[in-house]
C-alpha cells in the first residue's frame, strides 16, 4: 500500500465477518465504560515508571493486567493503567534478559499474555534501522474517538466485509495509536488508516473522508478484502504493508483481543511513543509542532517527554 507513520515500532507506538456476523457470537464482549462529554481538570499525567526488580515488574504487570480488563475499575483509572501497560512492554522488549525474568515470574494467566505483547513490539524493533531520528515529526497529538465509538466503527466494517474487528483495530493502533497522530507522514499517507491519496481514489475503496474515523476503517477493510484478507488475513496485511513483520505484529495485538475481547481497553488507551536519537520519548495529546524540532530542543521544553526507565 505504502509507508506511513508506523506507530508501534518507529513510534508508539503503535482499531470483519464473511458476510456473516461470525464474532456476534463470541463471549465475553468488551465492555467499554462509558466517559462523560466534559472532563474535569486534571494534574498533568506522568510516565510510568517500570520498577528494575523482575518480581516487582511481574507484580505491577498482573496488577495493570488484571484491572484493565476489570468492568468495575473505573474509567478515569484506564489512560494511566493503559499507559503503564504499554512502557512496560516497551521496556522489556528491548532487554530480552530483563523480559525474560519478568515473564518467568509471571503466574501462568498472563505468561502468553506477555509473550505475545513482547513479541509484537520486537517484530516493529526489526523494522528499524539504526539510531532514531534527531528530530521530531510536524505532528498534532489528539485525543482519540471515544473507545465505543471506535469498536463500532471496526464491527460495522467486519458486518460489511468480512475482516475481523481486531485486526482492524490492530491496524489502527500500529498506525496511528487509534487516531491519536494528526499528521501526514513522509510518504503523504494520511488519516487514521494512513492511506496514500492514490490508493484512497481507487474505485471501491475509499468513500467519504480520508481523515474521518469511520469512512478510514470501512475503507482499511475493503482494502484488506482485495488484497486477498478474506482468503489470506496475512496477505492482505502484506498489500497494506510490504513486511512480514509489520503482518506478524498486527496479527499479534489481534490474537490478544480474540482472545479477550477486553484487552482492547488497554491497547485503546495507548500513548504516542517516539523512538528518538536520544531514546523513548512519550508526545502526550496537546503535542503541536507545525514544522520538525530538534529531540533537544523538545526536551528543554518538555523534560517530562523523556523516559525515567
Not at 154 to 159: D, I, L, P, V
Not at 167 to 193: C, F, K, W, Y
Not at 239 to 257: E, I, Q
Amino acid at each position: 500500500m505504502r509507508r506511513r507513520l508506523l506507530l508501534t515500532g518507529t513510534c508508539c507506538v503503535a482499531g470483519l465477518i464473511g458476510f456473516v456476523a461470525v464474532t456476534a457470537a463470541r463471549e465475553p464482549q468488551p465492555v467499554v465504560p462509558q466517559e462523560s462529554a466534559t472532563r474535569p481538570a486534571v494534574a498533568p499525567r506522568r510516565y510510568p515508571v517500570v520498577p528494575r526488580s523482575a518480581q516487582e515488574t511481574a507484580d505491577q504487570l498482573v496488577r495493570v493486567e488484571a484491572a484493565l480488563r476489570n468492568p468495575s475499575t473505573s474509567p478515569s483509572a484506564l489512560p494511566d493503567l493503559g499507559h503503564q501497560q504499554q512502557v512496560i512492554y516497551r521496556v522489556l522488549s528491548a532487554d530480552t534478559a530483563r523480559s525474560a525474568a519478568v515473564v518467568a515470574a509471571l503466574p501462568p494467566r498472563w505468561k502468553s499474555v506477555a509473550e505475545r505483547h513482547l513479541a509484537a513490539r520486537r517484530e516493529f524493533l526489526r523494522m528499524s534501522r539504526g539510531r532514531g531520528p534527531s528530530r521530531l515529526p510536524a505532528w498534532r497529538i489528539i485525543q482519540p474517538e471515544p473507545a465505543e465509538q471506535l469498536l463500532s466503527y471496526y464491527r460495522k466494517a467486519e458486518a460489511t466485509t468480512g475482516i475481523e474487528w481486531e485486526v482492524l483495530a490492530a491496524v489502527n493502533l500500529v498506525e496511528t495509536g487509534m487516531g491519536r497522530i494528526d499528521g501526514i507522514s513522509v510518504a503523504n499517507a494520511q488519516g487514521p488508516m494512513q492511506f496514500l491519496p492514490t490508493t484512497w481514489a481507487e474505485p471501491g475503496i475509499g468513500a467519504g473522508d480520508i481523515r474521518n474515523p469511520h469512512d478510514a476503517i470501512q475503507a482499511a477493510a475493503r482494502y484488506l478484502v482485495r488484497r486477498g484478507g478474506l482468503q489470506n488475513i496475512r496477505q492482505g496485511l502484506w498489500g497494506y504493508n510490504n513486511s512480514d513483520y509489520y503482518g506478524r505484529a498486527v496479527l499479534l495485538y489481534a490474537s490478544l483481543m480474540k482472545e479477550d475481547p477486553r484487552a482492547y481497553i488497554g491497547l485503546y488507551h495507548w500513548e504516542i511513543h517516539f523512538n528518538s536519537a536520544l531514546g523513548d520519548l512519550w508526545l502526550p495529546v496537546g503535542y503541536v509542532q507545525n514544522q520538525p524540532i530538534a529531540v533537544t530542543t523538545y526536551l528543554e521544553r518538555n523534560p517530562g517527554s523523556r523516559s525515567p526507565n
